[in-house]
């Protein structure tokens, strides 16, 4: 078994779902007392959030290839980047260490592409939605067309995203906000929507809504599985 690096804190929330779901990943292959190989850096997110809304990624990608380093440093075979937005930097980050990343947005591409999507809708902070690092490697790598909430929805999703579930905070309130987000985006073509950050997981699920959900928490986690036991 491989071990399998992780940078998380961001939110520790979501990286707690890391965890569990790897174990429990490991478990179901391999049965009996089996649990994952797993080594952890995790980074106070109230220092990464404040350099994201200033714009300074220099420094969030230091912090983060600092990170990496120390896994591999620790014996990680390969690594994984517990957030989404933070896959901005992925490329200074995987140019920092000599074991490989495995890419949240190449999971998830992996699985819409098994399951025949070929329009999704994206949920996710506003950096993931707005910008071209996350959806364009989809578009470009895989040629499905990535969908995007309204401004107004981004500044709602992104606000829900930071204000509260980063916090532990699960809202229903805001739960039907987000489903009425993605009815809109199905009433634009959307054949499924990518939770797009690690948190909203923890808000909606497949149990809310006829929309086939991407959650790209348990994608990730379930790719990591696979390629721990290759």
Known sequence: ????????GMSWESTASYYQQLNQGIKQQLGGLHSAKIV?????????EALQHSGDWQKTAEILAGAAQSLEAAGADFFLICTNTMHKVADYITNSVNIPLLHIADATAQKLTID??????????KFTMEQDFYKQRIIDNYGIDVIVPSDEE???I??????ELCLGKVSSSSRERYLKVIENLVERGAEGVILGCTEIGLLIGNQHTNTPLYDTTSIHALAAVKQSLK
């Open 40 to 48: 952890m850096v995790s980074v106070d997110f109230a220092e990464i």
């Open 116 to 125: 025949k999507i070929t329009t999704v809708g994206l949920l996710g902070t």
């Open 1 to 8: 078994m491989k071990t399998i690096g992780l940078i998380g």
């Open 158 to 163: 992104h606000s829900v995203i930071y204000q």
């Open 154 to 156: 981004q500044s709602l």
